[in-house]
């Protein structure tokens, strides 16, 4: 899924440091990138939502923009904790599993 400025919605991510941490996790590899630069993207799109929002507040920003912008932030973050539920629900059907 796309949104405007090709943004993509799993292009979510975390801190280069956390990146690190996951990519030396034996198994993670391109998956566990993917994943961090995914989550950074969600970040960046929160961080720019919070910024319109002082430009609307200043008066250097229309307010269409900045709920634009905020929209935008919503969906990616929805959509990152859907994905997050999804993972845990199977992590924990995986541990229900008889060995």
Same mark, same amino acid.
């Given at each position: 899924?796309?949104?405007?400025?090709?943004?993509?919605?799993?292009?979510?991510?975390?801190?280069?440091?956390?990146?690190?941490?996951?990519?030396?996790?034996?198994?993670?590899?391109?998956?566990?990138?993917?994943?961090?630069? !995914? #989550? %950074? +993207?969600? $970040?960046?799109?929160?961080?720019?939502?919070? *910024?319109?929002?002082? /430009? =609307?507040?200043?008066?250097?920003?229309?307010?269409?923009?900045?709920?634009? !912008? #905020? %929209? +935008?932030? $919503?969906?990616?973050?929805?959509?990152?904790? *859907?994905?997050?539920? /999804? =993972?845990?629900?199977?992590?924990?059907?995986?541990?229900?599993?008889?060995?």
């Amino acid at each position: 899924m796309r949104i405007e400025n090709g943004i993509s919605l799993f292009s979510l991510g975390l801190e280069n440091s956390k990146k690190d941490t996951l990519s030396s996790s034996p198994g993670m590899g391109k998956f566990g990138d993917y994943l961090n630069q !995914a #989550l %950074q +993207k969600v $970040n960046n799109l929160q961080i720019e939502a919070d *910024q319109m929002v002082e /430009k =609307v507040a200043q008066g250097e920003e229309d307010i269409h923009s900045a709920l634009i !912008a #905020l %929209q +935008k932030a $919503n969906l990616a973050l929805g959509l990152t904790v *859907q994905v997050r539920n /999804k =993972v845990v629900e199977a992590y924990q059907e995986i541990m229900r599993m008889q060995v």
